[in-house]
């Protein structure tokens, strides 16, 4: 099998063609390194790879595992392979290695799949794109000097390019689906709870972070669902193992009632401006959907857009801070001593100085917005919403600059970063942070599934992402629309394009 066969088929395709014994698992692992060795120079999606390792291991995963033989990648954040190297896209963490595999880890080996390496994650997983300073930036397959998103830019940079079918993402604030949609690939994230975290964790984010993983086909994502979805030993959510993912893509969905929106209520506070081409692919994807003979109907989701913002980076800024008391006692330094990013220390020394009192009423927001999201969709089946707010940016368009980390070091002062948030800090941290992707924090807040569909491709040539969020628990639903979306508009036939012209 060479690299452009094997750039052919999705996971799936793959699994079949070995159990069929048309290609072997050896020919397919040598594809998939090949593929690696050879396209990752341009797209810089890894940052380690472990071939050797996954190559034993393959030789003892069960023939009937329905992965069996197909090569992925997991994330460099939570996502833990005992020995191996967890740095989290930090320098502080560049050696540290956890002492078990991940539940997660556990689970896609059960499932047959072939770990070949780990992919690119900003610093803690905090950015919506993918230039951690530890680690090279991933480039968008679509064009080079483009942004891949994040936080899971490694992953989808590493699918949109060919190097495997299916890599292993994370979402706490859009980090699956912000990728997806820079990256032309679909993205599901998965109902709160529904994927386990442990034993490393119980919950991520107070359960805004939500592991699957990024694709060429849906139905890719909806057999990984089936194979790792259920709460693990010990998981703070009882949700229970559930079947039947890849079976609800059998048959279309019955007409569903489809709310449509621009996300003002999301991006207007924070100051959004809407390209021309985001909306033209949401008023497409809402007549595409009309087509199929769904009742569609333009209507905003009722929440606080602001209130919402400035809890989401509320929690955010608590848990950094925790994040990095943890990193200090994991590695023996000091936290004013570990080697990590300005932005980063600075959201630190923030996270630092929040009252319980505040911390629990960003909390309480979120609540509100589940309940409110509840009663919503009981008048609406799913609601279609833009991803972000622009095409893909350039790289390091996004990065703070000089300027932004000069004044991040003086909340080093004492009593600065108590005064920062009394003079109304996280309102501006809310616009810099969230302006260009205030849209998909909302099913992180709530726990709703939400899912990236590649839809629209601009006259540049560049990947829209659409967002459709469902009621929280309804991925069938959701993965039976995107699959017959995928056969209306065949947007496979885009990839894996760049990876061959190459």
Not at 311 to 321: E, I, P, R
């Amino acid at each position: 099998m060479d690299i452009a066969e094997y750039q052919c088929h999705d996971a799936l395709g793959l699994a079949e063609l070995i159990r069929r014994g048309e290609v072997s698992r050896t020919e397919v692992f040598d594809a998939a390194c090949a593929a690696i060795e050879r396209g990752d120079r341009s797209v810089q999606a890894l940052v380690r790879t472990r071939f050797e390792r996954a190559r034993d291991e393959s030789e003892r995963v069960d023939n009937a595992a329905p992965f069996a033989g197909v090569p992925t990648l997991t994330k460099d954040l939570l996502m833990a392979i005992v020995g191996e190297p967890l740095a989290f896209g930090s320098a502080s963490l560049a050696t540290w290695r956890p002492q078990e595999d991940s539940s997660l880890v556990t689970r896609l080996r059960q499932a047959g799949f072939a770990l070949l390496g780990q992919t690119a994650t900003p610093e803690l997983g905090l950015m919506g794109i993918t230039e951690p300073r530890a680690f090279p930036h991933p480039r968008n397959p679509w064009q080079l000097e483009l942004s891949p998103g994040g936080s899971s830019g490694g992953a989808a940079a590493a699918v949109a390019a060919g190097l495997v079918p299916v890599a292993m993402a994370g979402d706490g604030g859009g980090s699956i689906r912000i990728p997806a949609s820079y990256c032309g690939l679909f993205g599901l994230k998965p109902s709160r709870g529904r994927v386990p975290q442990g034993p490393m964790h119980g919950e991520v984010w107070l359960g805004a972070v939500v592991e699957h993983a990024l694709t060429r086909s849906v139905r890719d994502s909806a057999a990984l669902l089936d194979a790792i979805n259920g709460m693990d030993e010990g998981g703070p959510y009882p949700v229970a193992r559930e079947s039947g993912f890849l079976a609800a893509l059998e048959r279309p969905p019955e007409p569903l009632r489809v709310a449509v929106s621009l996300g003002e209520p999301l991006g207007k506070p924070l100051g959004t401006e809407l390209d021309p081409q985001v909306r033209q692919a949401v008023e497409a994807a809402a007549a595409r959907l009309e087509g199929l003979g769904h009742h569609v109907e333009w209507a905003d989701p009722p929440v606080d857009g602001e209130a919402l913002a400035n809890a989401y980076l509320t929690l955010y800024l608590g848990h950094v801070s925790a994040d990095l008391a943890w990193i200090a006692r994991e590695t023996g330094v000091a936290v004013s001593r570990l080697e990590i990013e300005p932005a980063t220390r600075a959201i630190g020394r923030l996270g630092l100085h929040l009252s319980v009192r505040d911390y629990e009423l960003a909390r309480r927001e979120w609540n509100l917005a589940a309940r409110a999201m509840g009663a919503f969709h009981r008048r609406f089946d799913m609601l279609l919403m833009p991803v972000t707010a622009a095409p893909p940016p350039r790289l390091g368009e996004l990065y703070p600059p000089p300027s932004h980390e000069r004044l991040m070091s003086l909340l080093a002062l004492p009593g600065a970063p108590r005064l920062a948030l009394k003079a109304g800090m996280l309102r501006h941290l809310a616009r810099d942070a969230l302006s260009r992707t205030p849209y998909t924090q909302l099913a992180n807040l709530t726990g709703q599934p939400a899912m990236s569909l590649p839809l629209h491709v601009t006259p540049e040539g560049l990947p829209v992402g659409v967002q459709v969020v469902g009621a929280m628990g309804d991925e069938r639903r959701l993965l039976a629309l995107a699959a017959q979306l995928e056969e209306e508009v065949k947007w496979q036939r885009h990839l894996p394009r760049l990876s061959r012209d190459r």
